[in-house]
């Protein structure tokens, strides 16, 4: 179903409250944080500076120390899964196989600006104790068209093309479908050997 520009503010909460609970990088400890980088002008040249060449998978794509250090820089406060609740991240119990818990903010995914300091998910990984921790940024685009075949509005980050456009998850009886869409995980807190941004981790197990 197409959605229309004065829709997708409204629907694109609902869907994405929803997906926080259905949606299906080598490890940076702080020291990251201590580097001398310029996040502006990492944010500035953001294809320059990407560890990659054009066509290389993700498996095999690393992100700049630099960039690294931005993304550090604006989310490591969110390691306190209180303070990502509290900043607007919807919680959810339900737990992806290889990927956790994806803690959504749907005003953020009502614009499709892509903010490399915004995510517009957070992914936790089960803890000790009940609790959870951050392991992954992930940053989410409706696709315009809603349609599988094109891919002309397809976002990148860093010079990083997102996977997609791919199928909305499955939704809860009642809820609204969940849009086709782009998406570009970063595993930015936890390692995966998969690569760092790589759609799941295999060392993710919700059990």
Known sequence: MAITPERRPRHLAAVLAAACA?????????????MNAAPDAALAAPDAAVA?????PHDTTRLTGAQRAVLLEATRRFRDVKKAI???YLPTKDCVPGMGFHYGKPALADDTNIDPTLPEM???TPA???TVRLAALEYFRADADQNLKTDG?????????????????????????MPVHYDLHVWLYQNNRSG?????NPDVDCR
């Open 128 to 130: 000790a104790g009940g």
């Open 196 to 200: 760092e941004l790589a759609p799941s």
């Open 122 to 124: 957070l992914v936790y």
């Open 52 to 56: 990659r060449t054009a066509g290389v």
């Open 86 to 88: 509290e900043a607007g």
């Open 153 to 177: 509005d397809r976002p990148s980050l860093f010079g990083q093309s997102f996977n997609g456009p791919m199928a909305g998850h499955p939704m809860p009886p009642g809820q609204p479908p």
């Open 22 to 34: 259905f949606a299906a990088v080598s490890t940076a400890p702080d020291a990251a944080l201590a």
